[in-house]
């Protein structure tokens, strides 16, 4: 008997371990970062390649990030390719950019997440990269020359002109002064947004049928930024991931919650910024993960009410 219990745990250890997820090893992974030139002038466009070396055949799932100062103007960014490497392959995006503002700049050291399972991650940091932007002018030229100064010219108005400005002054004037005594309506009440009826109807616009993924993560994106916006105070528009996150922390959510929101943020800016398409099932799962990161979201702000303080209504 105990030799037969002995092989039935044999056989469901082995199917266990067949059966896990492909573990995520720091040192079969190797993530560059380069661009074809790093001084450009003004309008110049140059090419920013990340590249992940990784082992080949390999399921687990990639997320980038890529910060881009916003200076900088996305060209052109074509979808990623892979290609074989020896007993590897390497995942290769490349995305043209260009500026229109001389200065130095630094592009900050783009990431990749390496997910295997949501306890075996590993994120690969690339470097920091400075981009000189010069001028198209010669050294030797401070402006542009060969501008004449401007002439001053003594304009020669009608006095009958001058007459009919005056009397639609007056007229102007007569009738602010009308407004300001009317007595002022009181505003309509504004009802407050729906958010998730928002994010609910961004799944209803057919936008995935018609392949539009850019407006769709975007929509999605901003909406989630508002409703961040509305609960919490937090300023999240015309702001990076990051700094919204930072805000969130200091707000005192919890950490894993920003982990959360920062999460689809990145891989909204992804499609956004560096075209990255996602499949139809992906798009679907992540308008479920908004509506339920909004929700959990709510849920952590709401008043804790400690039950004496209930009193109970009278008999």
Request: negative net charge; hydrophobic residues 45%; aromatic residues 6%.
């Amino acid at each position: 008997m105990w030799c037969i219990v002995k092989n039935l745990l044999a056989i469901v250890m082995l199917v266990a371990t067949n059966l896990s997820p492909p573990a995520v090893a720091a040192d079969k992974y190797r993530f560059v970062c380069s661009v074809d030139r790093d001084s450009v002038t003004v309008g110049d466009r140059f090419v920013m390649k990340l590249e992940l070396h990784r082992p080949a055949g390999d399921a687990t799932e990639l997320i980038p990030d890529l910060q881009l100062p916003e200076v900088f103007q996305v060209i052109e960014s074509p979808p990623a390719t892979v290609v074989r490497d020896g007993e590897g392959e390497v995942v290769a995006n490349t995305i043209e950019l260009a500026s229109f503002r001389t200065g130095t700049y630094t592009i900050p050291a783009p990431t990749v997440l390496v997910v295997g399972t949501a306890s075996d991650t590993l994120e690969l940091r690339g470097t920091p990269i400075r981009i000189q932007v010069a001028s198209v002018l010669p050294d030797n030229v401070k402006g542009i020359s060969g501008i004449r100064p401007p002439v001053e010219v003594e304009a020669l108005t009608p006095s009958w002109v001058r007459w009919a400005l005056a009397v639609i002054a007056a007229l102007v004037l007569l009738l602010v002064v009308m407004l300001l005594r009317r007595r002022p309506q009181a505003a309509e009440p504004v009802s407050p947004t729906d958010w998730f009826e928002e994010i609910r109807r961004v799944g209803r616009a057919g936008l995935l049928d018609s392949g539009d993924f850019l407006t769709y993560y975007t929509s999605l994106s901003e909406t989630l930024r508002r409703f961040i916006e509305d609960r919490t105070g937090v300023e999240a528009m015309e702001r990076t991931t990051d700094e919204v996150g930072n805000d969130l922390v200091g707000a005192g959510l919890q950490s894993g919650r920003v982990a959360d929101i920062k999460g689809f943020l990145s891989e909204a800016d992804l499609v956004k910024f560096a075209k990255f398409t996602p499949d139809s099932d992906r798009a679907k799962e992540d308008l479920q993960r908004v509506l339920d990161t909004m929700g959990a979201l709510d849920g952590d702000l709401k008043p804790v009410i400690d039950p004496e303080d209930v009193k109970e209504p009278p008999s």
